[in-house]
């Protein structure tokens, strides 16, 4: 069990492209794709349960110990990147809906992959893990207002709470309580230990599957809105070479060890579009637009992961 896991993990790069590939192959050429959109939230329930299974639950308060590198990644995620991102949104037409999809995807840091690509970048990856519960409530208390603030009037005419506490309760409560108690179950019971290292298996395979399942659903329903999906290239483009450099610089000023510097910059660098999706399809009037700008963004991350794995992994110690 552990050597499979082993070779999942040594491997997800090229699984998370392949799982890409096969949805766009399925999408262009394939049946009907439009039912995976109802299977988009509880595949990434699935995804987050499996990512928070890897992390001590019960030792979650331990976090908070952590006290510089939590104050960096939090400052980094939700006071510099977002003023970043008022920055950058002032260069997109006045569309509200183009720009909702823009500030959905770019003021949520990722909480799934981003664990992945952090490692092969020689980041403490295992903090940033640990603190993947503690991004994933704040963004979305804070998704709101900060919507408020930058879209002001038009926000309360498109977004609407419903959604928010849905994903509340289904991405975050729900997925946690279960890791907990499976987390539980393996403490004191030899099948829940061998349920759990069987369950240990999912976090690389959910990850591809909301992939997979994300691009083949979305993917056929945006020709409509590829031209905007490409104006909001440059702004991407300009975020993922600000964004790390800005979380760089944060991480400094606490003064952490280089491993944590390189976190907190993966982290700044790399946002939440798979989780944020069930949120933009919530939204009135959402299709093609939405979907179209919040796909756009991930196939920009994708690729400067790879730029960054080599980049910040080779930033050398303070």
Known sequence: MRALRDILESRQIPVYFCAVAAAVVAAMYGPDTAALEGLITPVLALMLYATFLQV?????????GRGRFLGALLLANFVVIPLLVALVVQFLPRDPMLRLGVLLVLLTPCIDYVVTFSHLGRADSSQLLA?????LVVQMLLLPAYLGILLGSEAAQLVEAGPFIHAFLWLILVPLALAGSTQAWAARSRVGRRASAALGLLPVPATAAVLFDVIAAVLPRIGPAADAAIRVVPVYIAFAVIAPVAGWSVAR???LETPARRAVAFSSATRNSL??????????????????VIVMQTLVELASELVYVRIIGALPPK
């Open 56 to 64: 001590p639950i019960a030792r979650l308060g331990k976090v908070f």
């Open 131 to 135: 603190a993947t519960p503690i991004l």
């Open 253 to 255: 000023c606490f003064d």
């Open 275 to 292: 989780v944020v999706l069930p949120l933009a399809l919530a939204v009135p009037g959402a299709m093609p637009l939405l979907p179209a």
